[in-house]
């Protein structure tokens, strides 16, 4: 990996270039000031934070734009065309892939100031966003309506509406109310030729291939994605929990499959195995759990509904040998769902951790699983080794790995961190899962794409790029694997 | 509209091409005779029929080609790259929109010899399948397991697996099951290059755009699709009926709308206005009808689940002013609701009719229906205009026009079926509706595509295809609107 390079080898961004934005979007909104570029250097990605607590030369954009609205969006992308400057979309800066890595040669359109609550239409249900607007926000302003959203990824509260449809985010509700593929209604993006496309007109259209997916799960190399439409929920009528000891993770899966294979669809089923049992639900569990795994549940919808799912699901888990679990587990967990670690506090410990999201028919999630492990704990510096599930599927489900390695001389720890991702998405491509299950790809899988899309999918997503921005100018290097 | 053209303006394909094509997949499959050139000169669309019952000339491909594998299909494309032959992808026939119009310039690749059943999965709820699979005969494959696809076009018996994807099919039980978009798991295609893809590896994946939406619609203007896997569900535990006379359109959308915004999806849910409900119901309904309009549902699923959605629904139909209709209407929509009309049979009555189906956000579906049909009526040729709706979101829903016009002359039939599409079209769009819910655009709609993607959205749509397919192989004058 050429660190910290984006790929595209042109030089520094000339001061005409600047003078063209700020003519075009106002002095104000163009920053070149250190700390603005600081900030925005890198995204939540383990390995920026590595290198930039490690003090490693990390380099910085030339500047940051800040439109205000579509209209400077445009105004940047023709500054853009016109002097061949390459942009880096930013939403946020959640994302956990390397999908942020600015230079010199760069100008970072942070979409920060674009954060207009544009509409909320309750009898159509749907609630369009300047794609800018934080996640929280766009929830609480539906909130407040009697609606929802249904989409809660973890990043809910440090990531943006634009940012999970440039990602094909994943929420943890996702088992009943899809993932932001099943929630966009439309989007509204201003493509690389600086032309604004409003994609998506009608609940369901067969009107050719539905352009909307150019830009979902992009990362920003397609376009800038401005604005989006939702589509939105009641809240429902009801919430229960339910949660069940799992005497193998292989008991668990069967369970699981069953459930949703008899048409259940609980929002919420995540399960644990032993080791992440004791980390996240020790306290309520010590007693009882005899190192099994668990099962977590969140059912809701109209009360008659979740009566019988709750109804259902306990026969199921008792056809399983599933037992009852402390009633606690669920409300603890949605309690302290959203809490995502600092990176730095564990550097300081001596330790590089990261998480790492793969998904896998039925039959291929344990071998999956057995596989990843056993391989990370090949690895001497590796101290812990879990996974859970946490979304699921009738054709399979994902897992969520997480690693922790410890190493006392931080130069270390890249080499082993690298070497674990890598493990972590060989194994699971050799036992037939997908590597990327809805964190994106970035700098940090964008080398493994390769093993979802075959050679030729990856040849026929450049031919998409090449078409779509042939001066390469939307977030170079970046998810595009290199040819 | 230049009738019969493929856009390509090339000329005739030469004998050094079918010997090419003779060569690399056998004599036998290279056809030539009228007969196999006759069957196929169009697919199910009106005004092709029309011109063919008029004896107007229709030209005939070259040749038509039946490749019996995907090694076969590749090999095709190789001789149409190397000479510039442009490809026609054929399915089984059924399309409405004029996808099929072939010419002397092309060669016609009928996809009805790839008819394997690949494999069915039950642990995953996987099914594979040869893209020239017929509808049902892959349905009856997965029900002698207990399965299901739930993809139920009205053309099932006479559509392919392969023409599903490549139009983007809705069926009828889509409410629940959703439309063949969410029932794809994974696509297998030659693209215009001639590389082979096998896009969709997981069951779900955020690497980057999702590619299948290339093919998805693209009704064989990216590509041919060679085969298909598809998400199955076991047959349902139980299956009800119910249906409500509704006082008027607006109660029954009202209904329709509080049922799937309080979370019950039954898998079907048609609305018929009083017209349709006298024309396809006038046995049952005759003594208690009263002129009004009938909701018509069938509940599926769990036994629990139907019961607390049976009950749900009844109180809300109440709430709205709906009273129970005949309990039979069901059943027998049922076991009536895959006759297709004959066209010949209206044209000697002097009759020529079509279906025409749109879709609307809730707040804009009534506008939609009154001006489609007020429009429709000012057509003096016009006897019959009325619709009904079939298709269920949370964010709105579809509408399915009837026309008919009589004409004695039928030299002027084509003139005024061509205006009433145009009336639909443009009303609809006029009032903010999609102008394409479920049957594609073929040459038919092409013209109207705009309405739905916008100006800059159809460049986009020619810029894929331009990047995809360069030399224009593949199905040349379909769906892309011309520059």
Redesign the interface.
């Known amino acids: 990996m050429k660190r910290a390079s984006t790929g595209t080898g042109s030089g520094k961004v000339g001061e005409a270039v600047l003078d063209s934005l700020r003519e075009r979007i106002g002095e104000q909104q163009v920053l070149t000031g250190a700390e603005a570029l600081r900030e925005r250097r890198h995204d939540y990605w383990v390995l920026s934070h590595l290198q930039s607590w490690r003090d490693e030369p990390l380099p910085l954009a030339a500047a940051v734009v800040r439109p205000r609205s579509t209209g400077e969006v445009q105004a940047i992308v023709r500054t853009a065309i016109e002097t061949g400057t390459p942009l880096v979309p930013f939403g946020l800066g959640s994302g956990v892939c390397g999908g942020i890595r600015p230079d010199p040669s760069v100008v970072l359109v942070d979409l920060g100031a674009m954060c207009r609550i544009r509409e909320i239409?309750e009898?159509?249900?749907?609630a369009s966003f300047d794609a800018g607007v934080q996640g929280l926000e766009a929830e609480n302003a539906v909130a407040q309506r009697g609606l929802t959203i249904g989409h809660w990824p973890q990043s809910i509260a440090i990531s943006s509406v634009g940012g999970w449809v440039s990602?094909?985010?994943?929420g943890q509700f996702s088992t009943a109310y899809g993932?932001i593929?099943d929630i966009v209604?439309s989007i509204e993006a201003v493509?690389p030729?600086g032309?604004?496309?409003?994609?998506g007109?009608?609940?369901?259209?067969?009107?050719?291939?539905?352009?909307r997916?150019?830009?979902?799960?992009?990362?920003g190399t397609?376009g800038i994605v401005t604005g989006v439409t939702l589509?939105?929920?009641?809240q429902?009528?009801q919430r229960a929990y339910s949660a069940y000891y799992t005497p193998s993770l292989s008991a668990g899966f069967d369970a699981q499959?069953e459930i949703v294979?008899?048409?259940?669809l609980p929002p919420v089923m995540r399960q644990y195995d032993a080791m992440e049992v004791v980390r996240n639900f020790h306290e309520l569990t010590r007693a009882t759990a005899n190192d099994r795994g668990l099962l977590l549940l969140v059912h809701e919808?109209?009360s008659?509904?979740v009566?019988?799912?709750l109804?259902?699901i306990g026969a199921i888990a008792k056809r399983f040998g599933l037992e009852a679990a402390p009633a606690e587990v669920g409300p603890h967990w949605m309690a302290h769902r959203n809490h995502v670690p600092s990176w730095r506090e564990l550097f300081e410990r001596n330790l590089v951790a990261d998480t790492i999201e793969?998904?896998?028919?039925?039959?291929r999630v344990e071998a999956v699983y057995d596989a990843v492990i056993a391989s990370l704990r090949e690895v001497d510096a590796v101290v812990i080794a879990s996974a859970h599930s946490s979304?699921v599927?009738?054709?399979?489900?994902?897992l969520y790995f997480t690693f922790v390695a410890r190493h006392e001389d931080s130069a270390e720890m890249e080499a082993t961190y690298l070497g674990c991702w890598r493990r972590v998405m060989e194994q699971t491509a050799r036992c037939g899962?997908?590597?990327?299950?809805?964190?994106?790809?970035g700098r940090l899988?964008k080398p493994y794409?390769v093993?979802?899309?075959?050679r030729?999918?990856v040849?026929?997503?450049r031919?998409?790029k090449?078409?779509?921005d042939p001066q390469g100018l939307m977030n170079p290097g970046n998810?595009?694997p290199d040819e």
Chains 1, 2 share one sequence.
Not at 451 to 454: C, I, K, R, T
């Open positions: 239409d009898t159509n249900l749907l990602t094909r985010a994943a993932n593929e209604y493509l030729s032309e604004l496309v409003q994609l007109k009608a609940p369901r259209a067969a009107a050719g291939p539905d352009l997916h150019l830009l979902m799960g992009a990362e397609m589509a939105l929920r009641r429902p009528q499959r294979h008899s048409e259940w919808g109209p008659a509904r009566s019988a799912e109804d259902a793969v998904s896998a028919p039925w039959t979304h599927y009738r054709t399979g489900i994902n899962g997908g590597v990327a299950h809805h964190h994106g790809a899988r794409l093993h979802d899309l075959g030729e999918g040849a026929l997503l031919r998409v090449a078409a779509l998810l595009i």
